[in-house]
Each structure stands twice: as C-alpha cells, then as structure tokens.
T-cell receptor
C-alpha cells in the first residue's frame, strides 16, 4: 500500500513566524488531503488538493503530483494553529480510501 | 446541519464485553469510514462503506464488525473487546452523488474507548 511520510515530526514556532510542512508519498495519488487536529482532538479538513496550489487565509498548500509530494504553508502563525497536521493520500474511485501520515505536531508560542 | 456525529463520546469496557459505536451523517454522503487513532500514530482505516448495505475491510479490520443498514448511519461493533482496542475511534464521510461534491472527508468528534 501507499506509504506517507511527513516532516518535520515536531515543530515549535513563535507567534508570527512562518512554516512549511512536507508530505511525501511512496506512490502516485490523485486524492490528497490535509487535516488539522486541534488540541481537543477534532479533525478539520484544510485542503483537498490532488494537484496545484490552493490558499485559504493564512494557509496554503501545493501538491506536485508528478514528484509525489505536497507542502502546507502556514504564514503569520497564531496560537490557534497549534495541534497536529496530517496529510493523507489515496486513489479516487476506490471509495476514496485515505492512508494517513503520522503527522506534524505544531506548537505556537507567544 | 450537524455534519458527522458519533455516539458515545467516551466509554470504558471490560475485556470480553461488547459494544456498538454509532456514526450518523446528514450530508447525504455515499461513503463512510471508521478509523482508529493510537498515540503518536496517524489514523488507520478499520472498515468502510461505499453505500447503503455495503461494507468492506480496511487496513486493520480484525476484531471489528460494521453495518450500514441506512445511508446516514454506519455502526462499528466490537464483539469481544480486548485491551489492544483501547483507542480513539473516528468516523468520517465523503462524496455526495447528488451534489457532485469532492471526495473531501469530514470527520466526527471521535469516541474515546478504554478497555480494561
């Protein structure tokens, strides 16, 4: 099956700093999603981004499908950005099953 | 629009007991999923369903059964709970044929299960 590797595993930022999270896939995927798990455990979908670039406020994501990786950019980080960021990938048409990475744990400090 | 809801939020079981976790979605989604999340790990797919009356095994199906008798509900059963099943269980849903929505997965709040 698909292997998903995320880096870095842990990240500590001061409020206002920028960061880039990376996700590598062992095989091609055409269903790629980024999620944020807040400190209370809730999983929120950030992006559905099988290719190209998307932006949503201070967050943006870029997927280079041919090279099997995706990047999540967080700009001007805030304490509310803390939590764990997961990427997940799969193949459309197969019930949209996703394989998750082990996540990047982000802590934003004042 | 409640999205995806899960019942119960927290449960403690003794080894060998059985229980059923309920997931409900009001987005008319075709696909539903059950995941488990263990400390320091990502989510792993237990079972999934592509429509009412259908179920299929995911990555870690042993010790679990599922049913999808109604489109909006997806039940996860543990027939004889084991300590190794202590975990946080998440339900998710995706894809609406009628609205042509993307395959974005929407998650419930999770059920924390402790098996003693």
């Amino acid at each position: 099956g698909i292997q998903v590797e995320q880096s870095p595993p842990d990240l500590i930022l001061q409020e206002g700093a920028n960061s880039t999270l990376r996700c590598n896939f062992s095989d091609s995927v055409n269903n790629l999603q980024w999620f944020h798990q807040n400190p209370w455990g809730q999983l929120i979908n950030l992006f559905y981004i099988p290719s190209g670039t998307k932006q949503n406020g201070r967050l943006s994501a870029t997927t280079v499908a041919t090279e099997r990786y995706s990047l999540l950019y967080i700009s001007s980080s805030q304490t509310t950005d803390s939590g764990v960021y997961f990427c997940a990938g799969g193949i459309t048409g197969t019930a949209s099953k996703l394989t998750f990475g082990t996540g990047t744990r982000l802590q934003v400090t004042l | 629009n409640a999205g995806v809801t899960q019942t119960p939020k927290f449960r403690v079981l003794k080894t060998g007991q059985s229980m059923t976790l309920l997931c409900a979605q009001d987005m008319n989604h075709e696909y539903m999923y059950w995941y488990r999340q263990d400390p320091g790990m990502g989510l792993r797919l237990i079972h999934y369903s592509v429509g009412e009356g259908t179920t299929a095994k995911g990555e870690v199906p042993d010790g679990y059964n599922v049913s999808r008798l109604k489109k909006q509900n997806f039940l996860l059963g543990l027939e004889s709970a084991a300590p190794s099943q202590t975990s946080v269980y998440f339900c998710a849903s995706s894809y609406s044929m009628s609205s042509g929505s993307s395959e974005t997965q929407y998650f419930g709040p999770g059920t924390r299960l402790l098996v003693l």
